[in-house]
Every structure is written in C-alpha cells, then in structure tokens.
C-alpha cells in the first residue's frame, strides 16, 4: 500500500508565532527537522539542537533562515547537564529569551531482555527522559524570569515533550525506550501541573509510526511496510511533516487552555486495530 504524503507546509499561517524563540533538539533529522523548519515557516527564531552531523544542522537553520526568521545550530548532548546549561543560557543571551522548549532529541537502543546490556539500558534512559528533564529545567528558569510578554505569547513559555505511542503500548524487545516514553508521560504530567500556575503550559505529543531513520526497517521493504500499515487503522505511514504542524498549533496561542495533555499523532494506532475484526 503506498502511503500519501502529508498535507503541503504552505498550511502553516506564517505570523502564528512571529517575535517567538524556540529550542528544538535533536534537530537535523527526522521529526526534530521538521518541526525546526516549521517553527521557522510559522515565524519563530529557531535554535536548531544537534549532536553529531553538523552539515545537517547547518542545512536546516539555512531553511529556516529563508523565512527570513534567525536560526543557529548548537551542539550539545541533551543528557549532559552541564551542555544543556550551557545551550539554554546561550540561547538567552544571543536570542533575548526562549518562549517554546521542543523536548525531541531521542534514540533507541534494542535488545531482549536477557541481551539487554545496563549500559544500553542506561543510555536510553538518559537520552530520552533524563535529557527532557534537564531541558524542561533549563527553558523553566528563564519562563519564570521572564513571565508572560502579551504581546508575545498568552503564556509565559511552552515545553512540548517528544513522547510516543509506547507510553502506552508496551514494547517487547524495546523495554529501555517504553520504560522512557512511559516515564515521559508521567514527567510531562508533573511539570504541567507544577507549572501552569507560573503560565507555563507543558504538553506532549505521542507520534506513532514516523517515516524517519530512527524506524527505517519498519518501513523500507513492501513488505515490512505492509505489516506496518495493519497497526494503523487510517492506512499510511506518518510523515515527520505530521508531527511538526501538530507542535504548531500545540506551541501557539490557538491552544492556549491545552495543559498537561498527550496529542496522540499516530493514524489510530491507539485505537486497539486488532479488535476492528475481532475481540
Ligand atoms: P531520528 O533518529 O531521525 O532523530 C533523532 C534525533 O535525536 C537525531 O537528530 C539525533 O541526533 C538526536 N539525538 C540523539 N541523541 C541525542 C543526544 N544525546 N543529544 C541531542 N540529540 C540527540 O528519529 P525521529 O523519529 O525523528 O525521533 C525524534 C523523536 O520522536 C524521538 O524522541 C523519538 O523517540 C520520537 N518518536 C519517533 C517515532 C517514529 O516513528 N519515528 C515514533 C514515536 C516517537
């Protein structure tokens, strides 16, 4: 079954968040790069996070800069608290403030449990809850300090952690990246609820099957696409464009009463598609 692919990005109103800052990490790939460029289209300033590949990162804050908005790359390991300290406060410093926080950068690491070294474990952990964790820390402080600007931004900043359909569907074979995704979950929920009385509005969202590297052998054969397409009851692979516009709107005053909320973006995959035949 071929997948069709997402609506154009001429979708994205080019003002909807002019004057914003944003920090997405993990940014010269994937889902990260997508929604970079549309933070850009949409008029944001853009800090385009990345860890190894500098020519991507690169590639990407040219894109965004065409919009005529700034962008800069920044390297830094988001599990490494000192060079997540050390982004933030650059971003302050060159850009004025940060108003959105997309927590993305993640990886996996895979093996059965009795194969699963502590180290593969461990890195995933880090990476994907313990690196949102010291973002979300970092972008808080300067929310707090710098409270909600009207003309700006209804609230005083977003975080938009990158969850994933495996907070809630278990994983054989990946429990290092559910055990993450779940502890996103839970992480995502406690923020928002500690910080919404600072106008502060954490939310996250739950991309199912992304046509990105990190999934690439879920879908580059027929085949192997074909078996995808039966976990997903609206019948196409996502694309990284899906999940960007859907950090739009989630980042932008359109969704200003939204707080503490998961966005599932992922085709019905949650909607339990073995039992539209049985059960
Ligand atoms: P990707 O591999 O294309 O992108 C991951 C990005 O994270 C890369 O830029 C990578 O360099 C970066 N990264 C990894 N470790 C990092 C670190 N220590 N510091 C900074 N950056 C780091 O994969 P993707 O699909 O775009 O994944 C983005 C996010 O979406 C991840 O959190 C992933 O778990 C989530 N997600 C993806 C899918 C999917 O189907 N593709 C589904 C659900 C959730």
């Given at each position: 079954?071929?997948?069709?692919?997402?609506?154009?990005?001429?979708?994205?109103?080019?003002?909807?968040?002019?004057?914003?800052?944003?920090?997405?990490?993990?940014?010269?790939?994937?889902?990260?790069?997508?929604?970079?460029?549309?933070?850009g289209r949409a008029g944001?300033?853009?800090?385009?996070?990345?860890?190894?590949?500098?020519?991507?990162?690169?590639?990407?804050?040219?894109?965004?800069?065409?919009?005529?908005?700034?962008?800069?790359?920044?390297?830094?390991?988001?599990?490494?608290?000192?060079?997540?300290?050390?982004?933030?406060?650059?971003?302050?410093?060159?850009?004025?403030?940060?108003?959105?926080?997309?927590?993305?950068?993640?990886?996996?690491?895979?093996?059965?449990?009795?194969?699963?070294?502590?180290?593969?474990?461990?890195?995933?952990?880090?990476?994907?809850?313990?690196?949102?964790?010291?973002?979300?820390?970092?972008?808080?402080?300067?929310?707090?300090?710098?409270?909600?600007?009207?003309?700006?931004?209804?609230?005083?900043?977003k975080i938009i952690c990158?969850?994933?359909?495996?907070?809630?569907?278990?994983?054989?074979?990946?429990?290092?990246?559910?055990?993450?995704?779940?502890?996103?979950?839970?992480?995502?929920?406690?923020?928002?609820?500690?910080?919404?009385?600072?106008?502060?509005?954490?939310?996250?969202?739950?991309?199912?099957?992304?046509?990105?590297?990190i999934n690439r052998d879920?879908?580059?054969?027929?085949?192997?696409?074909?078996?995808?397409?039966?976990?997903?009851?609206?019948?196409?692979?996502?694309?990284?464009?899906?999940?960007?516009?859907?950090?739009?709107?989630?980042?932008?005053?359109?969704?200003?009463?939204?707080?503490?909320?998961?966005?599932?973006?992922?085709?019905?995959?949650?909607?339990?598609?073995?039992?539209?035949?049985?059960?």
């Amino acid at each position: 079954m071929q997948s069709t692919a997402s609506a154009p990005r001429d979708v994205i109103p080019a003002h909807l968040l002019k004057g914003q800052k944003a920090l997405v990490t993990g940014a010269n790939s994937g889902i990260g790069k997508a929604t970079a460029i549309a933070l850009g289209r949409a008029g944001a300033d853009v800090v385009v996070n990345y860890v190894t590949g500098p020519e991507q990162a690169d590639e990407v804050v040219a894109q965004i800069e065409s919009f005529g908005v700034r962008a800069a790359a920044h390297q830094a390991d988001v599990s490494a608290e000192d060079q997540v300290v050390g982004m933030v406060g650059r971003m302050v410093e060159e850009f004025g403030t940060i108003d959105i926080l997309v927590a993305n950068a993640g990886m996996q690491r895979d093996a059965p449990l009795t194969e699963m070294t502590l180290a593969q474990w461990q890195k995933v952990l880090d990476v994907n809850l313990t690196g949102q964790f010291l973002c979300a820390r970092e972008a808080s402080k300067e929310f707090v300090r710098r409270g909600v600007v009207p003309e700006v931004s209804r609230s005083a900043g977003k975080i938009i952690c990158m969850s994933s359909v495996h907070q809630v569907i278990p994983w054989s074979g990946h429990v290092n990246y559910a055990a993450s995704k779940g502890g996103v979950q839970m992480m995502m929920a406690t923020l928002a609820q500690e910080l919404a009385p600072k106008k502060i509005r954490v939310n996250a969202i739950a991309p199912g099957a992304i046509r990105t590297p990190i999934n690439r052998d879920a879908w580059d054969t027929p085949e192997a696409e074909d078996d995808l397409l039966r976990l997903i009851p609206y019948d196409r692979v996502g694309d990284p464009e899906d999940i960007a516009y859907a950090a739009v709107s989630l980042a932008s005053d359109l969704m200003d009463y939204v707080v503490g909320t998961t966005l599932y973006v992922d085709g019905g995959m949650t909607l339990f598609p073995g039992f539209a035949t049985g059960g």
